[in-house]
């Protein structure tokens, strides 16, 4: 390409004249400053490296230059891939990192990914998402890499926040308090110990801010190593692979590690604040019809295998016993019949990760038979996050829940949090309130409420924002029927209305299920008064949510032309 194509392609020229124009309009003291900032923002460059995630495997990082900066991001990675999302591209090299190596993705970033940007607006995300897309021409995006594809999208996106606040900073700030929900004690393929499954959490619910929720955590984390070393002694204090404590409990015996967890909760004196949450990760222990709760066991009885009907007892009866408010994938991710089942039950909320891999024709499918009633979001499943919003519309549309997820191979960036408070979620997944990479993710969050203006947070709110109505967001409940009607006043001071809502049950109940308006608004069966904004207007609010947090990050913003290496 020859330098007059290139300035006709990107319309340098006209880019640069406006920029004087406005320098001489303005007659500003400092016209290279004001003519850097008006020069609307382009990608000049994007280069990616191997780094090491938090397992000490590899993953890819990519630093997107504009003319306003460099903007970090990284990928996330799985214990598991499933089949139906998006995959991973890693070398195959045996004789290096046993094969996980990902210089094949860091050179498609650095060869085919970076000439294909270069000149693209950051702040047209689903432009640079679908180039991107186009490019690799496969539907789970094997030919570039899901994992390389992941880091530039959520590097354009941070790019766009940037070049959201030199230009206009009047971005949606209705934004609502995430539920952390925070891994006590770890099982399944996260541990070495014997515990079947996957992780018990706790949600503290009761937290009116989320520097409370965190604090709340914390103690909770800290009690619970206490009451596991006095019980086992010290050395069963091992971690799992997101943080949380792994005893050798009872494999088949759920109720051990829930009492050791419920102890921890007494302890602190928050008692009725603190729900639990359980990620069951049925499928790793799933063989035809049965459940082997002794899956991990080299010495397997053969006693412990447990009909799905022996499952659904076992679930109804431990949420009778225990505080649990949430059950994750509580059976095989195939079993479309009986997580349907459980669900209209009503008991809890049923999350579904391993059943829809948040893949949007298996959220479609799942919202059509009505097979549960939340999803979790885990961003690299999708592979960039222009769809990642498309399928949290997707559930919000449905009054599901959604919960932004962590991965086992986790990093220090903190996008998950922007992504979550930005996209207005509810709930956030991020593993124990321990070790770097996860708490970035909650740290991260604390900081960008305190920017923006905390929320109240009042009940058990564990929610999705359903519709928006000038101002005002309606929250459906998600726990026991308690949902929220939140006023956002000017100067950011918040009300929070409780109503009683059908969030769970059978089919009927659902169909009856409301929300009460606002503004005079009638009640309208079947969901919110409002539909949810378009992508581009969830993205506006994403983006206020990003540049917020670039202010007080200077890493994030450099308002000076990069250097080429």
């Keep these: 390409m020859s330098v007059q194509e290139y300035l006709d392609k990107h319309m340098l020229s006209r880019k640069i004249e406006d920029a004087v124009n406005a320098a001489v309009r303005a007659k500003t003291p400092d016209p290279s400053n004001h003519m850097r900032k008006a020069v609307p923002s382009v990608i000049t460059k994007v280069k990616a490296r191997q780094i090491l995630d938090s397992r000490g495997i590899p993953t890819v990082e990519v630093d997107l230059y504009t003319n306003k900066g460099m903007f970090r991001a990284s990928a996330p990675s799985g214990a598991t891939s499933g089949m139906y999302e998006a995959i991973e591209l890693r070398d195959g090299d045996k004789g290096t990192y046993l094969g996980n ?67 206009d900073l009047s971005g949606k700030t209705n934004l609502n308090l995430p539920v952390p929900a925070f891994t006590l004690i770890s099982g399944g393929k996260h541990a070495g110990n014997n515990l079947a499954i996957q992780e018990i959490m706790i949600l503290p619910v009761g937290a009116k801010k989320f520097e409370e929720a965190v604090q709340m955590g914390s103690e909770t984390y800290h009690h619970l190593k206490a009451v596991i070393t006095e019980k086992y002694g010290a050395h069963e204090c091992n971690v799992g692979e997101d943080g949380g404590l792994a005893p050798n409990v009872a494999r088949h015996v759920f109720r051990e590690g829930l009492d050791l967890v419920k102890e921890a909760i007494d302890r602190t004196g928050y008692k009725e604040r603190i729900k639990i949450a359980l990620d069951v990760a049925a499928t790793d222990f799933c063989i035809g019809t049965k459940y082997d709760l002794d899956w991990k066991s080299p010495n397997k009885s053969g006693l412990n295998f447990k009909s799905v009907e022996d499952m659904i007892e076992m679930y109804k009866e431990l949420c009778t016993d225990y505080p649990i408010v949430s059950i994750e994938d509580p059976f095989d991710k195939e079993d479309w019949d009986h997580v349907k089942y459980f669900s209209g039950l009503g008991i809890c909320q049923v999350l579904g990760d391993d059943l829809l891999m948040s893949n949007p024709k298996r959220i479609e499918r799942a919202i059509r038979e009505t097979a549960c009633n939340a999803l979790v979001l885990k961003v690299n499943q999708v592979g960039t996050v222009t769809e990642a919003i498309e399928v949290v519309k997707m559930a919000k549309d449905a009054h599901w829940g959604v919960v932004v997820s962590q991965r086992s191979g986790e990093t220090e960036d903190s996008f998950i949090a922007d992504l979550s408070v930005g996209l207005a979620t509810g709930q956030i997944k991020a593993g124990a309130p321990c070790r770097g990479e996860r708490l970035a993710k909650y740290n991260q969050a604390t900081k960008v409420i305190e920017l923006t203006g905390t929320l109240k947070h009042e009940g058990d709110g564990v929610a999705a924002v359903i519709g928006l109505d000038g101002d005002d967001v309606i929250v459906p409940g998600t726990l026991e029927h308690l949902g929220h009607i939140i006023k956002i006043h000017p100067h950011g001071y918040v009300t929070v209305t409780s109503v009683v809502l059908k969030s769970f049950g059978s089919e009927e109940q659902r169909h009856q299920r409301h929300v009460a308006g606002v503004h005079g608004l009638e009640r309208e069966p079947g969901g919110g008064a409002v539909e949810v904004g378009v992508v581009d207007q969830v993205l506006d609010g994403l983006h206020h949510l990003l540049q917020q947090a670039a202010l007080h990050q200077p890493q994030f913003q450099h308002f000076q032309f990069p250097q080429e290496s």
């Design 101 to 167: 190596g990902v210089s094949r993705a860091v050179k498609n970033i650095n060869e085919k990914i970076c000439e294909a940007l270069v000149g693209m607006d950051p702040t047209l995300q689903a432009h640079v998402d679908q180039a991107m897309i186009d490019l690799d021409k496969m539907e789970k995006k094997n030919e570039l890499g899901a994992n390389a594809i992941l880091a530039v999208s959520i590097a354009a996106c941070k790019a766009g926040a940037a070049e959201k606040e030199a230009t």
